[in-house]
């Protein structure tokens, strides 16, 4: 055996994976923004279809940072992004008036929908008033899973139990579950327990576990989700790439992108609305 | 059962059919995870050699540190890495947070006691046996070092190579600190949490076993260098 | 030796021997007096054996020789030198074999290298070391994979092939088989035949027998008795050294 080649094999392998990683790892050039964003808009897809027309057009990559849309405010706030998509208006303008953000773009939307265990011991389905809807299954004792996690989605659960008059915290580990996780891990809960849910459309058009899961309340005003895009302050943040995240926001605010939000299609279904067709 | 069936045949069809997007995420993880360790190891080997061979006030608290630092919560690294490179903490000038240098920086604190633990038993067992030889031939501190580090080298690459088992496994600090950004900072790991969160089992369990079959062969190569070493060396 | 003027012995190289202890005491880590008092003075030109039951300190008195521990109390002097300081002109073969994890080969260039020998002069001196401790068809094997007695044989030849003025052995043949022992024995007598002062410890009289000039013999920290092997083995003066050489247990 030859103990050289035994001793520096293990190096060489070291050496050769690791040059080309280093390069790869330095890539960081080209010009790229951040966008802090929601795990609605990453898991359902709609990011992947959107981003290579933009990216193929203006030659600018996009690094989206998929999380709830609370966390995803803070990113911006801490200057960690240059540039805010989400689904929370009320945090949004908020966000524009504390002089983090530059304005405020509505771009689109989708919806909320109610899913729940398809024999419904709620007997929720077909209702049109979705905060009389989360009563039902409050009075029946059936367990909801709550995202829990400051995200919008979150966020409109609350206001729509705010709606309804009930505080469902107290009621906390016995039929509310609150997972503390994002959409996906959420519904996997409700489908493992046959629990309902409050989701976005768009996620759950395109989410694998469903199980036993069926959609059961859609259409209320209140579930409306609008979404919308803003540039992080580069008063406030001068590192903001603002160009290049402005010409994010033009792009989707233009024709060719309000076009392109409209025909995303999942299984055939529309899952995003354009707000800003010109 | 189904998943599991399912799984099988995702990976399976992955592997052979070298999904392209399988293989840019296995090779930046493999990058990710090499460069931390090799980072680590740098720090990690003269540390580990360094408390086994000096005697210096506080050195006790220190190998004890070391010892507890192997079981580092990946989540609260991540998060104080985070805190550290986010623009607003005080390393934010540099624009580390969401890239591949950020989970490096993680992964290498979470690898770096695990190396410089087994760095120091090493070398604390090999001084015991060698320290009256050295001295009887009169070895200075750097050459016994040096004599100390390459008998150990066997040894002290099964501990690199175990640091790289955790680094390339850890999922907790590199989703925080990377972001797990598609093409960027998604990893083996990440995209697991990802696949799973958006209900795709098999695919995510598929990625599972890939990073299985990623990590066993490491530690059956640890394994075959430590016996390789012990049978030729004693 | 070098009390001549102008001898052939390096500048500034004074002769190592006497060695001369006085008053010497080691206590171990458990606060137990091992060495109580020794005093002896070796002069040049013996093979010494220092003999004595297991536990009688003669290890200890090896490694204070040698300076690799310090005496709690007396003082030893090798021809004046500290042994600290006079170590680097000496060999030591330790009972179990240090060996590197590495060939035999590269155990005996470590020291050449250890000691400043140019590498270039390093292949020539490894062959004649080998050759000599009858281990050269050996050189590339692993060192710890040789057996006891090979083993011993290569940490000799590692002592000398720095060409020691002094070989010290503890005790280097205490787990080989008679054939082995022969063998490590040979290359003592060879080694101080070359002209090294051999100073070894053994509990084994017939070893003693066959190798001393002089024996020191040593019992529960005390230098019990120190004649030439001649008058020792014919008729020792102190009674615990006479019952041990008849093969009494002493304690």
Known sequence: MNRTLFVAAPILVLGLTLLPGLSGVRADEGAYITVASTTSTENSGLFGY??????????????????????????????DADVLFVHHRESEERFVDEGYGVKRYPVMHNDFVIVGPATDPAGIRGMEDAAAALAAIANADQPFASRADDSGTHKKEISLWAAADIDPTGASGSWYRETGSGMGATLNTASAMGAYALTDRGTWIKFGNKGDLQLLVEGDPRLFNPYGVILVSPDRFPHVKAREGQAFIDWLMSEQGQQRIAAYRIDGQPAFFPDAVP | MTDFVNAFRTAFELIVGLDPELVRIVTLSLQISLAAVLAATVIALPLGAAVALLRFPGRRAVVILLNAAMGLPPVVVGLVVYLLLSRAGPLGSFGLLFTPTAMIVAQCILVMPIIAALTRQTITDLHEEYDEYLRSVGAGPLRSIGTLIRDGRFRLLTAVLAGFGRAIAEVGAVLIVGGNIQNVTRVMTTTIALETSKGNLALALGLGLILIIVATTINGLAMAVGEAAESRHG | MAEVEGSLEPAGACPLLPLVTDGLCFTGGDRRLILDGVSFRLDDGFRTVILGPNGAGKSVLLRLCHGLLRPTAGQITWGGLSPAAAASRQGMVFQRPVLLRRSVRANIEHVLAIKGVRAGERGARVRAALERAGLARLADRPARMLSGGEQQRLSIARAWVMEPEVLLLDEPSSSLDPAATRAVEDLVREVAAGGARVIMTTHDIGQARRLADDVLFLHRGHLLEHSPASSFFAGPAHPAAARFIQGDLID
């Open chain 1, 50 to 79: 959107l981003l290579p027309a933009f990216t193929e057009k203006t030659g600018i990559e996009v690094r989206v940072v998929a999380v709830g849309t609370g966390q995803a405010i803070r990113i911006a706030m801490n200057g």
